[in-house]
């Protein structure tokens, strides 16, 4: 039923449940009616058999028997059908029907208290042959009914029935038309309304029917799903401004540094600091599209880190090395503490390294002369625990619960200096990907601890 409208097909099927309802019913009411009737028959038969019985038993004393087969056929022309009752003694001689009367009797076959519809002369009967017993002696009976009145009875419900049906159908088709258009109205309104939802207004969310249905629960999850979509757009359109904003500077300084080197002649000393300045903006671009680009590729999924085997000591000691000399440079001690033996864990060593990177060199950057920086591992059963801490400004508590946002930057002495604010983003999505998270506790004037866990190797 493909490309039919759902109302169509709602309609189809109630239809057919109804159809089939209506057809077991008809059944049922057929079958449960016939054998009302045809049982009703059947008592009519044995009362017939008892009252033949009941002649007997009163004029069975009389000596000459063609009395009693006079007595006999009074009794069967008094009686509706009378001339379907069929009668003999002992010896075989008939008693029932008289004499010039057609016999009825039952059709071979036939066993003593037994029910049968039989067809004769185009005529169907209902048939019951029985042994009455009269001082000791055996009379056997067969005792008839027509069925036509049964029969038509029957007939004229099944026409009744197969009149009724086509137009019962009829009528609830068109009530289930009506009906389903408007059980599905409130989705056509629901989807007007989604239709109605851009970009531009993402804010907006579906009226919610109050009834708890299936259609309230269709509207709460498109306004669920509205509420993710804007706040995906929300930090869509920030992350735009806010690499638009970071750009503009840079871009600025070196067109400006370029147009004044260029408005006149000026000694080679001049042209040389102008050309570092650019050179230094245009490091910090750099830098920082780099970073665009390693967080573009995260969103989109397409950054693989396959979690290998690694000893997390060596990458923290070559982190270390690495790291030394801008220590030095920034007079801040920079150590490394390590766990004893191999801390084996589940790594993507590039990333990792990356991460530590990150973590150190923020550090650093937020920690005077005189201050220290302790780059730490330790073992126990839930892997390897790996942290950065530094001596330096701290983060204020309202902004630890941001710091791990793209382009966020604490104000005051955290602001400035260069920093793009990716650093911490990006480190919080290697950890991500390594199956974990980068947590950071921080006091204002006593530093700052970051800490990442990482999974035993299996």
């Known amino acids: 039923m493909k490309g ?5 097909k709602l309609t189809a099927w109630y239809a057919a449940v109804l159809l089939a309802g209506m057809s077991l019913f008809g059944a049922g009411v057929l079958f449960g009616l016939e054998r009302r009737l045809v049982a009703g028959v059947d008592a009519w038969l044995d009362g017939r058999v008892a009252g033949l019985s009941k002649v007997l038993e009163i004029e069975g004393g009389l000596k000459n ?34 004499k010039g009367q057609p ?86 309104e629901i989807t007007e309304a989604a239709r109605t939802i851009t970009v531009q207004n993402l804010s907006q969310r579906l009226t919610v029917p109050p009834a708890g249905d299936e259609l309230s629960r269709l509207s709460q999850a498109w306004n669920e799903t509205l509420e993710r979509l804007e706040g995906a757009v929300g930090r869509i359109r920030q992350f735009t401004a806010d690499a638009s904003h970071e750009l503009r500077t840079p871009l600025a300084l070196i067109r400006t540094t370029a147009e004044l080197a260029l408005r006149r002649e000026r000694p080679a000393g001049e042209y040389r600091e ?31 880190m396959p979690l290998t085997k690694s000893d997390v000591n060596e990458i923290v000691q070559e982190v270390g090395r690495a790291c030394r000399g801008m220590a030095e440079e920034r007079g801040v001690k920079l150590e490394t503490m390590l766990a004893e033996g191999p801390a084996m864990a589940a790594a993507h060593t590039a990333g990792l390294r990356r991460l530590l990177l990150i973590l150190v060199e923020n550090a650093l950057h937020h920690t005077e002369a005189g201050g220290s920086v302790i780059l730490k591992t330790a073992l126990n059963a839930n892997g390897v625990k790996v942290s950065v801490a ?22 005051g002495a955290r602001s400035g200096r260069g920093r793009t604010g ?21 006091e204002p ?8 866990w990482l999974k035993p190797a299996k």
Do not use: N
Not at 390 to 411: K, N, Q
């Open 4 to 8: 039919v409208p759902i109302r169509v």
């Open 65 to 98: 028997p063609e009395e009693l087969k006079t007595e006999l056929a009074e009794f069967a022309q008094e009686m509706p059908q009378g001339e379907l009752l069929s009668m003999t003694d002992p010896a075989g001689k008939r008693l029932l029907p008289a």
């Open 103 to 188: 016999v009825f009797e039952a059709q071979p076959g036939l066993g003593q208290g037994e029910y049968r519809t039989e067809s004769r002369g185009g005529k169907r009967y209902r048939v019951l042959r029985s042994l009455v017993r009269y001082r000791g002696a055996g009379y056997e009976v067969a005792a008839g009914a027509s069925m036509e009145e049964t029969e038509a009875a029957l007939r004229m419900l099944k026409e009744l029935l197969l009149g009724l049906i086509p137009l019962v159908l009829l009528v609830a088709c068109l009530g289930g038309y009506w009906i389903s258009g408007r059980a599905l109205r409130p989705v056509d």
């Open 274 to 304: 102008a050309l570092a300045q650019i050179e230094h903006e245009s490091e910090k671009m750099a830098e920082l599209t780099e970073a665009l680009l390693e967080l573009a590729r995260e969103d989109a999924g397409v950054t693989a």
């Open 390 to 411: 530094d001596t330096g400004e701290g983060i204020p508590a309202e902004a630890l619960a941001h710091v791990f946002e793209r382009f966020f930057r604490v104000d």
């Open 422 to 442: 990716l650093g911490l983003s990006i480190a919080q999505g290697i950890a991500q990907a390594h199956g974990s998270e980068l947590t950071v506790e921080s």
């Open 445 to 452: 004037g006593l530093g700052s601890t970051f800490t990442i």
